[in-house]
């Protein structure tokens, strides 16, 4: 009885196991198509997926491309913790209806209560964001969990990565100031302080690895 109990559970866990990976691919590919403003389904992400991005790699932080390695496999929560030489750094590229090319950047930091995370898609100057997703595990209802909201993530738009030539990773500041450095900003969240200054180090952080490779693009 005891072996046959064993097995039931082990063949519910296999197929629970593999329906649990591709509903999280599926939320994957939602949350990357997030982020150049095209909502997908749990029904039809895939579809739309393979309709926009066009192409994925990783490359490293000399913008040189590394062979053997999928883009939508690299789990960017390890990279993060890396020295910048050091990590696998992914690119999805998206194509519009209208031809446009975006290239899409995974993003991984720490809220207040926990992880945060998103995608960056910039234009194919190298240097012009069009679109951002954020998203959270535990921060605060009404507080720090308004990143995730369209209201914030919108304010990235337009928003320029490069100042007369010089890198300048985008600043969350609280409303009414402005970076002492000259980076283009957007406004914190009120009340998710911790939060927004944590978009802001997780933006920097992630985005720096890449610098090489947006120069490039320009």
Known sequence: MVILVAAVLAITSLGLKEKQTRNVEIDKMKQILSSVHIAATTADARALYEKYI??????????????????????????????TDSRQLPVFVCRLENGEQKYIIPLYGAGLWGPIWGYLAIDSDGNTIYGAYFAHQGETPGLGAE????????????????????????????????????????????????????????LSNSLVPYITFFKSLQ
């Open 147 to 202: 990143i995730e909201k369209t209201i914030f993530s919108d304010q990235f738009r337009d928003k320029h990565l490069f100042i007369a030539g010089d890198f300048k990773s985008i600043a969350v500041e609280k409303k009414g100031q402005k970076p002492i450095d000259g980076a283009e900003y957007v406004d914190a969240i009120t009340g998710g302080t911790i939060t927004s200054k944590g978009v802001q180090t997780m």
């Open 54 to 83: 066009v192409d994925s790699f990783v490359i490293d932080s000399k913008g040189e491309h590394i062979e053997g390695v999928k883009a939508f496999d690299v789990n960017v929560a390890v990279q993060v913790k890396r020295d």
